[in-house]
């Protein structure tokens, strides 16, 4: 929900939401009113990148930022497809812990849907009755989490996820399924009654065998399109952070490097930052690349080739790195953007097999290091995004899909580099932010993004959002244009526990499977939970199913394990988690130089509104 607050009542005072921007989400910014054109057109193309003017702490200007990526189309996109009917059109989200949806029918109608990012489906038992058969099955009345209207059919084959039996959904209809246990493979009675199936208890659905992605199974529930039947006519646009995560938690494709002679060490030794400057045993920091080989190739700095590396050799240092363990190439040269050589031996590579890429290619950027690291990150995230687009618009025979770039700008999935898409979820909030404030007559607002994971905070003035030409994720330097966002590690989702006799707050984040204690999985206990405790969630009228007993049972013993009691806990989590995130906003303010309490604080996010008011206090 779009919290717009003010900080300080001296400050300048945000308006009072309308009833027509009460409630809305950042992702439904990316879809525009049926006013502004036909049903299934935009007016907008959204191609084109937004108005902006300022480069953070840069004196380049945002247009020649976006001239030098070439990755950000300036012609204006293809015409539509011609169709006999418009299409669906959908803004999907997905982020660590949840997916959301926001779509518009060919009719005009909004619908919105949100499930787990696992693609399992979240209810709540209602009532359980006989099946009336002699197979000795359960009809249990459920009401699935968040309001989602399940298509009729939709969940026969999925199991129950918890509990002490396999149980299997045999039938499904609505608000109600048939479920029976399974015993070698042969479905029965179950036995004895399972507490999963307790009136009142949240259940989990989980899909075995061939799973389903979140975006493609939302996609499903939200134009109530069965499972096994192709979607309609559908134009979608796509963020999430599946690529950041992928990163920070070190997956993704094993990357080999091929550099030129002598400087086999550049990506070992990057910048020498050290993540603790006073640390008494130094960490070494995750390597951006698997492996590295050096050819015998030199070019010097006005492009002429000194000495030029054989095909044969760089084929045989590139089986190398894929005899190590290597999925992919990247070639990084000494003043590659002089010459096309990278280019040349990528080429080469390629079409012997190798999957290979020119650095330049992906960051035309001078400096070595920033050009190597930031095609490292694209080779070790594309195979994630590209699946994630493919698997969103599988089911479709007629989509055109839109990727959210870490810019803001709305980017054809067909053009679209891995690297664009680190800030792809946060950009849409900052979006999201600007076209908010600018609603309510706001100059300076500071936006607040509060996930499962992470929060997330930029600053908007004069009608205009900040973009950075560089950013760094995980200690490493990504040379592409990014909205300035400041994340820090405290959400929904991070976990509250004592360490060291203390009252401890994240940074680690129980994810969207556990997940947090109250989702009934043996997930810690997390902020959810103790807002949950606290009062502050709804659990009820289509709520998210939490089981309040389990976050009860875990606040507990993390209180007994500090002496306090929960009261204390509880309060104590809740202050540790705002001077967190309030902290992020005034580090950002001040490195710009300005007052936040001169500035609007809106929030939003799933946990947004939990906090906002505290945070506006200590600000």
Same mark, same amino acid.
């Given at each position: 929900?779009?919290?717009?607050?003010?900080?300080?009542?001296?400050?300048?005072?945000?308006?009072?939401?309308?009833?027509?921007?009460?409630?809305?989400?950042?992702?439904?910014?990316?879809?525009?009113?049926?006013?502004?054109?036909?049903?299934?057109?935009?007016?907008?193309?959204?191609?084109?990148?937004?108005?902006?003017?300022?480069?953070?702490?840069?004196?380049?200007?945002?247009?020649?930022?976006?001239?030098?990526?070439?990755?950000?189309?300036? *012609? +204006? !996109?293809?015409?539509? =497809?011609?169709? &006999?009917?418009? %299409?669906?059109?959908? $803004? #999907?989200?997905?982020?660590?812990?949840?997916?959301?949806?926001?779509?518009?029918?060919?009719?005009?109608?909004?619908?919105?849907?949100?499930?787990?990012?696992?693609?399992?489906?979240?209810?709540?038992?209602?009532?359980?009755?006989?099946?009336?058969?002699?197979?000795?099955?359960?009809?249990?009345?459920?009401?699935?989490?968040?309001?989602?209207?399940?298509?009729?059919?939709?969940?026969?084959?999925?199991?129950?996820?918890?509990?002490?039996?396999?149980?299997?959904?045999?039938?499904?209809?609505?608000?109600?399924?048939?479920?029976?246990?399974?015993?070698?493979?042969?479905?029965?009675?179950?036995?004895?009654?399972?507490?999963?199936?307790?009136?009142?208890?949240?259940?989990?659905?989980?899909?075995?065998?061939?799973?389903?992605? *979140? +975006? !493609?199974?939302?996609? =499903?529930?939200? &134009?109530?399109? %069965?499972?096994?039947? $192709? #979607?309609?006519?559908?134009?979608?646009?796509?963020?999430?952070?599946?690529?950041?995560?992928?990163?920070?938690?070190?997956?993704?494709?094993?990357?080999?490097?091929?550099?030129?002679?002598?400087?086999?060490?550049?990506?070992?030794?990057?910048?020498?930052?050290?993540?603790?400057?006073?640390?008494?045993?130094?960490?070494?920091?995750?390597?951006?690349?698997?492996?590295?080989?050096?050819?015998?190739?030199?070019?010097?700095?006005?492009?002429?080739?000194?000495?030029?590396?054989?095909?044969?050799?760089?084929?045989?240092?590139?089986?190398?790195?894929?005899?190590?363990?290597?999925?992919?190439?990247?070639?990084?040269?000494?003043?590659?953007?002089?010459?096309?050589?990278?280019?040349?031996?990528?080429?080469?590579?390629?079409?012997?097999?190798?999957?290979?890429?020119?650095?330049?290619?992906?960051?035309?950027?001078?400096?070595?290091?920033?050009?190597?690291?930031?095609?490292?990150?694209?080779?070790?995230?594309?195979?994630?995004?590209?699946?994630?687009?493919?698997?969103?618009?599988?089911?479709?025979?007629?989509?055109?899909?839109?990727?959210?770039?870490?810019?803001?700008?709305?980017?054809?999935?067909?053009?679209?580099?891995?690297?664009?898409?680190?800030?792809?979820?946060?950009?849409?909030?900052?979006?999201?932010?600007?076209?908010?404030?600018?609603?309510?007559?706001?100059?300076?607002?500071?936006?607040?993004?509060?996930?499962?994971?992470?929060?997330?905070?930029?600053?908007?003035?004069?009608?205009?959002?900040?973009?950075?030409?560089?950013?760094?994720?995980?200690?490493?330097?990504?040379?592409?244009?990014?909205?300035?966002?400041?994340?820090?590690?405290?959400?929904?989702?991070?976990?509250?526990?004592?360490?060291?006799?203390?009252?401890?707050?994240?940074?680690?984040?129980?994810?969207?499977?556990?997940?947090?204690?109250?989702?009934?999985?043996?997930?810690?206990?997390?902020?959810?939970?103790?807002?949950?405790?606290?009062?502050?969630?709804?659990?009820?009228?289509?709520?998210?199913?939490?089981?309040?007993?389990?976050?009860?049972?875990?606040?507990?013993?993390?209180?007994?394990?500090?002496?306090?009691?929960?009261?204390?806990?509880?309060?104590?989590?809740?202050?540790?988690?705002?001077?967190?995130?309030?902290?992020?906003?005034?580090?950002?303010?001040?490195?710009?130089?300005?007052?936040?309490?001169?500035?609007?604080?809106?929030?939003?996010?799933?946990?947004?509104?939990?906090?906002?008011?505290?945070?506006?206090?200590?600000?």
């Amino acid at each position: 929900a779009g919290i717009a607050a003010p900080i300080d009542a001296g400050g300048a005072t945000a308006a009072p939401p309308s009833a027509a921007s009460a409630g809305t989400t950042a992702v439904e910014t990316a879809l525009p009113s049926p006013s502004e054109g036909d049903a299934g057109e935009t007016v907008e193309d959204p191609s084109q990148p937004p108005k902006a003017t300022t480069a953070e702490r840069s004196a380049t200007r945002a247009s020649d930022m976006r001239a030098e990526y070439p990755t950000v189309p300036s *012609a +204006p !996109r293809d015409q539509p =497809h011609p169709r &006999t009917t418009p %299409p669906w059109l959908v $803004a #999907l989200d997905t982020g660590g812990t949840f997916t959301d949806i926001v779509a518009r029918s060919p009719g005009g109608m909004l619908l919105r849907a949100k499930v787990p990012s696992d693609g399992s489906i979240l209810a709540t038992v209602v009532q359980i009755a006989a099946g009336g058969d002699d197979d000795g099955a359960l009809l249990v009345h459920i009401a699935p989490a968040a309001g989602l209207v399940l298509p009729d059919g939709l969940l026969v084959g999925w199991r129950v996820a918890h509990g002490s039996h396999r149980l299997t959904v045999r039938a499904h209809g609505t608000g109600v399924v048939r479920i029976a246990a399974e015993h070698g493979g042969v479905r029965g009675s179950i036995p004895e009654p399972d507490p999963a199936l307790n009136a009142g208890q949240p259940i989990r659905f989980v899909r075995d065998g061939d799973a389903i992605d *979140a +975006p !493609r199974l939302g996609l =499903h529930i939200v &134009t109530a399109t %069965p499972l096994d039947a $192709a #979607l309609p006519a559908v134009e979608l646009r796509l963020s999430t952070t599946r690529g950041t995560n992928a990163l920070l938690e070190g997956r993704g494709a094993r990357v080999g490097v091929l550099v030129s002679d002598g400087l086999a060490g550049v990506v070992e030794i990057g910048d020498q930052t050290r993540e603790d400057l006073f640390a008494r045993v130094p960490q070494r920091t995750r390597r951006v690349a698997h492996a590295v080989e050096a050819i015998p190739e030199r070019s010097l700095a006005d492009g002429t080739v000194e000495r030029a590396a054989a095909d044969d050799a760089c084929a045989d240092a590139a089986t190398r790195l894929a005899a190590g363990g290597c999925d992919a190439v990247v070639v990084s040269l000494a003043h590659a953007l002089a010459n096309d050589r990278e280019q040349r031996i990528a080429g080469e590579l390629r079409a012997r097999g190798v999957p290979a890429i020119a650095a330049r290619d992906i960051a035309p950027h001078p400096r070595l290091l920033t050009r190597t690291e930031t095609a490292c990150v694209h080779a070790r995230i594309a195979p994630i995004l590209d699946a994630f687009v493919a698997d969103a618009t599988a089911s479709a025979t007629d989509a055109r899909a839109f990727v959210f770039t870490s810019a803001g700008v709305l980017q054809r999935a067909s053009r679209l580099l891995a690297r664009d898409t680190l800030y792809s979820g946060p950009a849409g909030g900052a979006r999201a932010v600007r076209d908010a404030a600018r609603r309510h007559g706001i100059a300076s607002a500071v936006g607040f993004d509060m996930g499962g994971t992470s929060s997330d905070v930029a600053r908007t003035a004069g009608g205009e959002v900040a973009l950075r030409a560089e950013s760094r994720i995980d200690r490493m330097t990504v040379a592409a244009p990014s909205v300035a966002i400041d994340s820090v590690a405290a959400g929904g989702g991070s976990v509250c526990r004592v360490r060291d006799g203390a009252f401890e707050v994240g940074p680690e984040s129980a994810g969207a499977n556990p997940g947090p204690a109250c989702y009934g999985r043996g997930g810690p206990l997390t902020i959810t939970d103790v807002n949950l405790l606290a009062g502050r969630m709804a659990t009820g009228g289509g709520a998210m199913s939490v089981d309040r007993g389990a976050a009860e049972r875990a606040l507990e013993a993390v209180a007994r394990a500090r002496g306090a009691t929960t009261d204390e806990a509880m309060l104590a989590f809740l202050d540790i988690a705002n001077a967190r995130m309030a902290l992020a906003i005034e580090a950002l303010c001040v490195r710009d130089g300005v007052d936040p309490r001169r500035h609007a604080l809106i929030a939003f996010g799933g946990a947004g509104g939990q906090h906002a008011c505290a945070i506006a206090d200590r600000l």
